[in-house]
């Protein structure tokens, strides 16, 4: 007990000595932006429309208010997970349309740390992938992780008390994806099939998933996997090399720094504090310290529009299941084995209980059947891409004929599969292309007769 409360000491102190130099960085950039009269949160654009669209994007509150700056309407839908989580999806629908449900469904899930906003942030509509495809007539949905700035509440826990954020990349492939699809194409007929889009984590949590419950393979009719984080390259720069590998082999190490709840709770109010254009140097800094990624590929205007609205709520525990997965350099369950100091998580779930092989690797190669379609970058560190695809091809011959295409951008960092400058004909000219084919071919067994597989030695640049 006495450790513990001296943790809460001691992140305590910490919290204080941040904000007191964040205030003084703060005070003294905005002096010396003022001496040299330039305006502090200004976007730098082209033409004066944009700066007005881009300022309000900024000081949007939601998702609500970032679709109307654009024209559309946001519907909020509610689900109830089988372990009780309270979810929020988005379904976008263009204003002054009548809406009814139509035959193309389009299923897009965010990334680690981030919620569905993430999508509707590449700043003018053509960069913005969701309303490109409402417009073609598309069903647009957007799902939302469990704990994030969306889906904060559950049907008898607390976001105070620990037990609520008891939950991995395991608890996100049992219940939020799987509920999610079921409630999405509850909505159709059975004969309509959902395109998902995930960007980072979202393709990993799919394919977790298919891997844990096949059955969802038949409600999908094409996986777009944007930026697919799925087993990381070796993690070469130091700091975060530390980090891992500690936080890998002991849990304990990150909840003392970060507790065993939640992790970045305050990251809406330091994007406030600290204003768009500070806040994207913290940010843009601390990428760079982390990760090494060099950010050449995304505008100031839109790293000013986005990082504000990037990030959001996860555990502490999913990311020690990622730095697991790193360290392990396999996909695998979230690993209870290791000294996990605060709480015995292991008690918290019947899911948990009832696992004792939680370290097994996801079955993904004997599960995994549904036409797939990948786009990353060679400067993403984040992605292995030939482990990713020796893992989704092993002994799996289904998915040799599944495999559509992967495409490789040169000098692609993780984000840039959605911010990056010229990601409309790198990127999307190429997903709508593959979408609309997937509608139009016609299909044996489930397989593609006429559009191309990917040749097993070979993808597409770019």
């Known amino acids: 007990m006495a450790s513990v409360k001296k943790l809460t000491i001691g992140n305590t102190i910490l919290n204080i ?143 105070d008390d620990s037990k609520f954020w008891n939950f991995s990349l395991d608890e996100y492939a049992l219940y939020d994806i799987p509920n999610s699809i079921d409630y999405i194409s509850s909505h159709y007929d059975e004969s309509a099939k959902i395109t998902y889009i995930g960007f980072s984590q979202g393709c990993s949590q799919l394919f977790a998933s ?26 070469n720069h130091p700091i975060f090399k530390a980090i891992v590998i500690q936080s890998a082999n002991n849990n304990e190490f990150l909840y003392s720094m970060f507790g065993n709840k939640a992790i970045l709770p305050s990251v809406a109010f330091w994007s406030y504090f600290l204003g768009s254009s500070l806040y994207e140097k913290v940010v843009d800094t601390s990428l760079v310290y982390l990760f090494g990624w060099s950010g050449k590929n995304m505008t100031k205007s839109q790293k000013r529009i986005g990082y504000p609205h990037m990030f959001s709520n996860s555990s502490v525990k999913s990311l020690i299941h990622w730095f697991q997965i790193i360290n392990s350099k396999r996909f695998q369950m979230f690993d209870e084995t290791c000294n996990i100091g605060m709480t015995k998580l292991s008690n918290l779930s019947s899911v948990s209980r009832s696992k004792t092989s939680r370290v097994a690797p996801f079955p993904i190669a004997h599960h995994l ?94």
């Open 17 to 159: 000595g941040f904000l007191v130099l964040s205030i003084g960085i703060s005070i003294l950039y905005k002096l010396v932006r003022k001496f040299l009269g330039l305006d502090f949160d200004t976007v730098d654009v082209d033409n004066k429309k944009n700066s007005t669209i881009y300022e309000r994007i900024i000081k949007s509150k939601d998702i609500t208010e970032i679709a109307d700056i654009y024209g559309y309407i946001v519907r909020e839908h509610v689900i109830t997970t089988e372990d009780e989580y309270v979810l929020v999806i988005h379904k976008l629908e263009k204003k002054g349309i009548r809406y009814s449900p139509r035959g193309k469904i389009a299923y897009f899930h965010h990334g680690l740390l981030t919620n569905s906003e993430l999508f509707l942030l590449g700043g003018t509509k053509e960069r913005i992938l969701p309303f490109v495809l409402v417009d073609m007539g598309y069903d647009v949905w957007l799902g939302n992780n469990r704990g994030n700035k969306y889906s904060m509440k559950h049907t008898k826990l607390s976001i």
């Open 210 to 235: 298919l891997s844990l419950k096949p059955e969802l393979n038949s409600k999908l009719n094409l996986f777009i996997g944007l930026s697919p984080a799925i087993i990381p390259r070796n993690l």
């Open 369 to 462: 059947n549904v036409p797939t379609f990948l786009v990353y970058g060679d400067s993403d560190i984040l992605i292995d891409m030939e482990n990713t695809k020796e893992l989704i091809l092993n002994i799996n011959d289904k998915m040799k004929n599944n495999l559509i295409d992967i495409v490789n951008c040169p000098g692609y960092e993780h984000m840039d599969t959605l911010w990056g400058k010229n990601v409309v004909d790198d990127v999307f000219t190429k997903v709508i292309d593959t979408m609309e084919a997937i509608h139009k071919e016609p299909k044996v067994n489930g397989v593609m007769v006429t559009l191309n597989t990917l040749d097993e030695s070979s993808s597409e640049s770019c």
